[in-house]
T-cell receptor, first 110, second 111 residues
Framework: GNSVTQMEGPVTLSEEAFLTINCTYTATGYPSLFWYVQYPGEGLQLLLK?????DKGSNKGFEATYRKETTSFHLEKGSVQVSDSAVYFCSGGSNYKLTFGKGTLLTVNP | NAGVTQTPKFQVLKTGQSMTLQCAQDMNHEYMSWYRQDPGMGLRLIHY???????DQGEVPNGYNVSRSTTEDFPLRLLSAAPSQTSVYFC??????????FGNGTRLTVT
């Protein structure tokens, strides 16, 4: 079956630091890949997605590129803000069945 | 639009009690699903539905029942609650493209 492995953290950064959260996937075929974000007390929100190899998803300064050769979809942001503090989930799948990673807690300090 | 609405937000049950977690969406999405979120486990799929009258099991279906009589509603039933079902439950819906829209969750404690 499909599986998603992401850096577990927690990750603590200072404001304006560079962020990378690693994510790799195992799947049959070529699944769509997603990053979701969960702010405290809320449900998950889609952050960005990529549907095929070499696609780059981007939103709110975050980026991730679908790398088929390394089966990876690492999340990056050049300069994090305190408001980016949240839990980030990598996920992948197709046919409406998504598999999620365990989540990475990011804390950004002023 | 309300999006995906879950009720209740919090619930405490005793072992053996039954209850139904409600989920409704107003986006006319054909696909709906239930996940549970546990510390260190991420989200795991319990049941899903690809349209009214059609349901299927996900990764962790035991102890839960679902039905989909309308496009809008997808209730999750616990017939006999167990402490292992203490978790945060999320309902989600989507249309094409697999982008899930999540509710704000139901925090369930079983004592």
């Amino acid at each position: 079956g499909n599986s998603v492995t992401q850096m577990e953290g927690p990750v603590t950064l200072s404001e304006e630091a560079f962020l990378t959260i690693n994510c790799t996937y195992t799947a049959t075929g070529y699944p769509s890949l997603f990053w979701y974000v969960q702010y405290p007390g809320e449900g998950l929100q889609l952050l960005l997605k990529a549907t095929k190899a070499d696609d780059k998803g981007s939103n709110k300064g975050f980026e991730a590129t679908y790398r088929k050769e390394t089966t990876s979809f690492h999340l990056e942001k050049g300069s994090v803000q305190v408001s980016d503090s949240a839990v980030y989930f990598c996920s992948g799948g197709s046919n409406y069945k998504l598999t999620f990673g365990k989540g990475t807690l990011l804390t950004v300090n002023p | 639009n309300a999006g995906v609405t879950q009720t209740p937000k919090f619930q405490v049950l005793k072992t053996g009690q039954s209850m139904t977690l409600q989920c409704a969406q107003d986006m006319n999405h054909e696909y709906m699903s239930w996940y549970r979120q546990d510390p260190g486990m991420g989200l795991r799929l319990i049941h899903y539905s690809v349209g009214a009258g059609i349901t299927d099991q996900g990764e962790v279906p035991n102890g839960y029942n679902v039905s989909r009589s309308t496009t809008e509603d997808f209730p999750l039933r616990l017939l006999s609650a167990a402490p292992s079902q203490t978790s945060v439950y999320f309902c989600a819906s989507s249309s094409q493209g697999n982008t899930l829209h999540f509710g704000n969750g139901t925090r369930l404690t079983v004592t």
